[in-house]
Every structure is written in structure tokens, then in C-alpha cells.
């Protein structure tokens, strides 16, 4: 592929310039962290790829969090 030379306005030139740095800034500073969810504990357990025991020991131990009581537990992933 040969390189090609075209003309452009330098004050277009430099409004680009200024544009694609702010959007490079934004995605720099851009966090992006999923939504948390609250599902049953047989489907934390298949997500997780563990028991729904284990799921309820991470739940008595604080490390998962949960609400409601009996079969309407739900869990936050």
C-alpha cells in the first residue's frame, strides 16, 4: 500500500486532534463493572461451578451476600 498525502484545514486538523484526546481520556477513565444480580442459589451454585452447600457456607460466612429466606433466598453475584 502506498502512502497517500491529502490536504486538510489545520483548524479541522487540530479540532480532531482535541476530539479523539478527550475520547481517549474517557475510555482511559472509564470503569466498566457488570450489574450486580440477585439469583437463586442453585443458579449462583451452577455459575459458580460449586455445590449450593458451598454457596450456603459463603452466605453464613459473609462472603456472599443474600435475601429473603427458605426457596426465595436470592444471592448477589
Not at 450489574?35 to 460449586?50: F, G, S
Not at 455445590?51 to 426465595?72: F, L, N, P, V, Y
Request: hydrophobic content about 45%; glycine content about 6%.
Amino acid at each position: 500500500m502506498a502512502n497517500q498525502l491529502i490536504a486538510v484545514d489545520a483548524g479541522a486538523l487540530d479540532a480532531l486532534v482535541a476530539e479523539v484526546k478527550a475520547l481517549r481520556q474517557e475510555v482511559q477513565a472509564a470503569r466498566i463493572t457488570p450489574e450486580n444480580e440477585w439469583i437463586t442459589i442453585p443458579k449462583a451454585a451452577q455459575r459458580l461451578e460449586v455445590s449450593e452447600s458451598t454457596i450456603r457456607r459463603r452466605i453464613g460466612s459473609g462472603e456472599i451476600e443474600a435475601k429473603g429466606s427458605g426457596k426465595m433466598r436470592l444471592v448477589r453475584l
